[in-house]
């Protein structure tokens, strides 16, 4: 359950959120996130790499010159791939 307490000094009406409970939770739910990694790799080009939890590679991009290209591909990724579907081809 969330628990609010007012913050000492500012007023009536201003109101803290425990912080406490929410670090809990972020914590809990981290070792469920995968992360996006953007690196320069051996040939001096920008790549992402998309690592589960357990930290495997699922996925890694093309090389890009600019860093800012490759962020921007691991933006698009992870926007697009939400609405992706599954398709299966023989």
Not at 44 to 60: F, P, Q, S
């Amino acid at each position: 359950m969330v628990k609010w307490t007012p913050q000492s000094g500012k007023g009536i009406g201003r109101w803290s959120l425990r912080t406490n409970y929410f670090d809990y939770k972020l914590n809990k739910l981290k070792k469920f996130i995968s992360k996006f990694e953007v690196f320069l790799d051996t040939a001096g080009e920008h790549r992402w790499r998309l690592k589960a939890n357990n930290g495997e590679i699922v996925a890694t991009s093309e090389g890009y010159t600019r860093r800012s290209s490759a962020i921007q591909s691991a933006q698009n990724v992870k926007h697009w791939s939400g609405s992706a579907s599954i398709i299966e081809i023989n």
